[in-house]
């Protein structure tokens, strides 16, 4: 395993180039009417076509906007983009607003989630059809639940200077670099759910034939009094086919095998379910996951992949060039989802684990991290919590403040080396966190559901409140237009046709070709 000090980092030329970490955001967020329900309208027209506009498509739903930013080397900037892209968004939704919280909001029926439509072209009716599949097999109401992904990368020089220091490829070493970070992240990433997880508890129609063990908040919300982020737990992002699925970051060779080994396997269930019904497709294959964006993590080692490729071939013939952070709950405080704060944090977690020692996770260890997943998203915030580490039983307030305390320096040397804005940016981020620790209250999961407790209000009515706030807070501000959005979304509504146009081959063989590319 490759490790780097921050003694090598400091003597070496790379230190500078820790101003150039790439960041880009990808953000969802529900569209609802003006009663609070989950729209029944299609994709908005000033907002282009879901399938070829590169910076506003939907997710699961037709109603779950995803909005998609550049990379940018400046997190100012790259939240600037954001919020200039939110914007535009709220000019084109008249009657309609954004739902600013990752559960959704009251969801009367499953058939009031309208399955994300993409047109005619094959490429659109892949999508399709697999968004058809993760309803067949998960339900529409857990493909409801919104969340932010961080995508994070070293500048290509300071990879390449770390390859020169320890005389080795740098394609091998991006390679180690970024499964090193997500063995680690899966180690301390729990640390960023304690902290800003935003999700305590769900509308009761979130749960509706769906068995839980949460508690009853009011006559219509569900909770659990310590939790941080239940769309981590249970009821969200899990799947039992997944459960033992174990996918090893150990190497990218065995990452490959695991995940090609899911994409090839039959699941017995989903074989019940069948591809067909009344001629119509209703799922891509029956495989543990369709495809690779199917399989859930906190983390992904990822590459950017050209269309109608297969992203594990492309990721294991060129490698890793970011990972993809997938746990950030929507902070509910602000309009874009997510504060220069949190990304700050992010950062220093995402370092840490680079600059601490990543040793291989046995079968063992990968069960114990689950179990402390499972803990901290259902249970952290509870007095003397306990998880299971490496070194042994220890409560999440005690080892929450080992991590802290060991960022310190990695912060210290970031405030020394790096331009921001401000004095001390990081060595402040990472006191103001100690603090949240000493009292979890003032975790973003405390502080949302004691307001909602204080208040005597239900979830439906505080984001509500908040969606209007948000939607007048979008009106009252202007883009810098240095983005003309209204006529890239435009072009992509030619971009659409034009596939549909060039439609060359029938779906069904399309498929075929494009399922037989794993070996």
């Known amino acids: 395993m490759i490790r780097f000090s921050l003694d090598e980092i400091k003597k070496s030329q790379a230190a500078s180039e820790l101003n150039f970490i790439n960041r880009g955001i990808e953000k969802e967020s529900l569209r609802i009417d003006s009663s609070g329900q989950i729209s029944q309208q299609v994709h908005p027209n000033g907002l282009g076509a879901a399938l070829t506009n590169p910076y506003i498509t939907t997710d699961f739903s037709e109603a779950l906007l995803e909005l998609v930013t550049p990379t940018f080397t400046s997190a100012s900037d790259c939240l600037k983009f954001l919020s200039d892209l939110h914007i535009f968004v709220n000019q084109n939704l008249e009657e309609e607003s954004l739902w600013p919280l990752s559960m959704p909001c009251l969801i009367e029926s499953e058939n009031d989630i309208p399955i994300g439509y993409y047109g005619k072209s094959n490429q659109g009716m892949m999508k399709t059809i697999y968004r058809r599949g993760l309803s067949n097999r998960y339900g529409s109401t857990m493909q409801a639940i919104a969340g932010i992904h961080y995508n994070f990368s070293f500048s290509d020089k300071f990879l390449k200077i770390l390859a020169e220091v320890k005389s080795t490829n740098q394609k091998e070493l991006k390679n180690e670099v970024y499964l ?34 949460l508690d009853g908040l009011n006559a219509e919300d569900l909770y659990k009094q ?24 150990n190497s990218l060779a065995e990452y490959g095998n695991d995940l090609r080994n899911a994409l090839k396997t039959t699941y017995k269930d989903y074989k019940k ?16 996951i369709q495809i690779e964006n199917e399989y859930y993590s906190t983390i992904r080692p990822k590459r950017v992949c050209p269309t109608g ?12 060039d970011y990972v993809e952070l997938r746990c950030i709950d929507l902070n509910p405080n602000s309009f874009i989802g997510i504060t220069e704060q949190q990304i700050y944090f992010l950062d220093l977690l995402i370092l840490y684990s680079f600059f601490t020692e990543s040793p291989e996770i046995t079968e063992s260890e990968s069960n114990e991290l689950f179990k402390t997943h499972k803990t901290v998203v259902n249970e952290g915030r509870m007095p003397n919590a306990k998880i299971e580490t490496l070194t042994g039983e220890v409560s999440i307030k005690e080892e929450a403040i080992r991590i802290l305390k060991g960022m310190e320096e990695i912060a210290s040397f970031m405030d020394d080396e790096v331009s921001v804005e401000g004095s001390n940016v990081w060595s402040d981020n990472l006191e103001y966190q100690k603090k949240v620790i000493e009292n979890l209250e003032y975790s973003l999961s405390g502080s949302l559901l004691k307001e909602i407790q204080d208040r005597n209000i239900t979830y439906q009515e505080y984001g509500m409140e908040l969606s209007n706030l948000h939607k007048k807070q979008m009106s009252d501000l202007s883009m810098d237009n240095k983005y003309d959005f209204a006529a890239i979304s435009k072009e992509s509504v030619e971009a659409a046709k034009k596939l549909e146009k060039d439609h060359r081959v029938e779906f069904e063989e399309y498929l075929k070709d494009f399922l037989s590319k794993i070996s």
Request: hydrophobic content about 35%; proline content about 2%.
């Open 309 to 320: 490729e297969r992203p594990i071939n492309v990721l294991e013939e060129k490698g890793i």
């Open 273 to 288: 379910l069948g591809e067909f019904v009344d001629g119509e497709r209703i799922q891509l294959n029956n495989s543990i």
């Open 180 to 213: 090193g970070i997500a063995r680690n992240f899966r180690r301390y990433g729990w640390l960023y759910l304690l902290l800003y997880g935003a999700s305590p508890l769900a509308n009761k129609s979130f749960a509706k034939g769906r068995k839980n063990n």
């Open 226 to 249: 310590h939790a941080t982020c239940l769309r981590m737990g249970d009821l969200g992002y899990i799947s039992k086919a997944q459960d033992k699925l174990n996918i090893s970051y």
